[in-house]
Structures are given as structure tokens and as C-alpha cells.
Nanobody, 123 residues
């Protein structure tokens, strides 16, 4: 069973940057996808960035496109989310998740989830 652990969250000023990490307990041989989701109080969980290990495809939600970048370090079994030009509306708990197969944006299709890391953007 894959286990995921997020880290890198914290408090940052508007316009600042953070890099989140998602460390996996193993590297499955099968094609799978990693997704980054976030959830703010009173809002539904939002899929914001995804990466396919099978072909390297990526996807970004419009809300973060051009500001966030997803990447993977295969040797470290870690996926990163580089977040630049952060805005107060980016404040949320950020989760990484894993599913077999290709990229999907629906949270219910993801099998494994990390514990979440808080990102707060405030002046």
C-alpha cells in the first residue's frame, strides 16, 4: 500500500513562493498519476495540478496555471509542487494523492492520500 507524506507548507506573504513535497513510500511499477488538491474552509476539495508517471503529462487548473509547477524526482520517490506568485486565495490545506492509471481531476478517483499541509498566504 502506497503511503504519501506532504511537507513544505507554512506562512508566506502575497507574491511569495513555497515548494511542497510529496514523498511516497514506494515507486509502483504500474502507470499511475499524482494529483495535488487543496481545500479551504467551507469549500470543496479542488484539484489543482496533476502528473502522469506513464508519459510525463501534466495538467493545471486555471486558478494556478502559470504560477504553479508540478515535477517529479524519480530517484527520491518525491513529487513537488512549486508555488510562485502566491495569493491570499491560495490559502488552504494542500494534499497529494495517488491513483492507478491516467490523470483524473475528480478527487474520488484517487486511492491514496497524504495527511495534508497547511499553506497560509497573508500579509
Amino acid at each position: 500500500q502506497v503511503q504519501l507524506v506532504e511537507s513544505g507548507g507554512g506562512l508566506v506573504q502575497p507574491g511569495g513562493s513555497l515548494r511542497l513535497s510529496c514523498a511516497a513510500s514506494e515507486s509502483p511499477l504500474d502507470w499511475f498519476a499524482i494529483g495535488w488538491f487543496r481545500q479551504a474552509p467551507g469549500k470543496e476539495r479542488e484539484g489543482i495540478s496533476f502528473l502522469s508517471t506513464g508519459d510525463g503529462s501534466t495538467y493545471y487548473a486555471d486558478s494556478v496555471k502559470g504560477r504553479f509547477t508540478i515535477s517529479r524526482d524519480n530517484a527520491k520517490n518525491t513529487v513537488y509542487l512549486q508555488m510562485d506568485s502566491l495569493k491570499p486565495e491560495d490559502t488552504a490545506v494542500y494534499y497529494c494523492a495517488d491513483r492507478p492509471g491516467s490523470i483524473a481531476t475528480y478527487a474520488g478517483w484517487y486511492k491514496f492520500w497524504g495527511q495534508g499541509t497547511q499553506v497560509t498566504v497573508s500579509s
